[in-house]
């Protein structure tokens, strides 16, 4: 399954939303029913985080001002007023199909 | 607090071997599925390697198949990745990560391994 990130590179405004974009070239339900889609953070010079799994779970410790949204195969991380601490790499990752694949990631940067 | 701590990266040549450690902490080690993902400098995320609670199942992309083997000791909670005959392309840094429900939620720091002559 290929994973789709747009934009690549995003600069924002501090305070401004951002929105980034996942597309799967195969829908992610899978046969129990569940959407296996994963939004990943990479801080510069860190290892990936998880902020998201299936789809909209946060994961503990994650701000509120990340959300996840979507269906099938069109998927959506926002972030509501972007921080300075959210610079870094986000990709999405889909566990539905065997193997896991990864999307390119998109580049969050301030303006 | 979990942990995953991995040893064992450095630089070889060209067609040499390399063994990865991770060292487990803060969870069941031997109920979860474990995985191997790699990046390359400066790129994005690969799935190299995946383990079963037991290590009676593994899977390895094509990428690395019949050259690297994962494998686990549930007793140290620790995770395994023997690398042979390694390629310039295998330089990366290798993440241990957990898996749970078909996702990937705790990641190590990841172990630099540089294939160079």
């Known amino acids: 399954v290929v994973m789709t990130q747009s934009p690549l590179s995003l600069p924002v405004t501090l305070g401004q939303p951002a929105s980034i974009s996942c597309r799967s070239s195969?829908?992610?339900?899978?046969?129990?029913?569940?959407?296996?889609l994963t939004w990943l953070q990479q801080r510069p010079g860190q290892s990936p985080r998880r902020l998201i799994y299936?789809?909209?779970n946060r994961d503990l410790g994650v701000p509120d001002r990340f959300s996840g949204s979507g269906s099938d195969t069109d998927f959506t991380l926002k972030i509501s007023r972007v921080e300075a601490e959210d610079v870094g790499v986000y990709y999405c990752?889909?566990?539905?199909?065997?193997?896991?694949?990864f999307g390119p990631g998109t580049k969050v940067e301030i303006k | 607090e979990v942990q995953l701590l991995e040893s064992g990266g450095g630089l070889v040549q060209p067609g040499g071997s390399l063994r990865l450690s991770c060292v487990a902490s803060?969870?069941?080690?031997?109920?979860?599925?474990m995985r191997w993902v790699r990046q390359a400098p400066g790129k994005g995320l690969e799935w190299v390697s995946g383990?079963?609670?037991?290590?009676?199942?593994?899977e390895h992309a094509d990428s690395v198949k019949g050259r690297f083997t994962i494998s686990r000791d549930n007793s140290k909670s620790t995770l395994y990745m023997q690398m042979n005959n390694l390629r310039v392309e295998d330089t990366a840094t290798y993440y241990c990560?957990?898996?749970?429900?078909?996702?990937?939620?705790?990641w190590g720091q990841g172990a630099l391994v540089i294939v160079s002559s």
């Open positions: 383990i079963s609670p037991s290590g009676d199942k593994t």
């Open positions: 990560v957990k898996d749970h429900d078909f996702s990937l939620d705790y």
């Open positions: 299936k789809v909209s």
């Open positions: 803060g969870f069941m080690f031997n109920y979860y599925d």
């Open positions: 990752m889909q566990g539905t199909h065997w193997p896991f694949t």
């Open positions: 195969q829908g992610l339900v899978h046969t129990n029913g569940n959407i296996y």
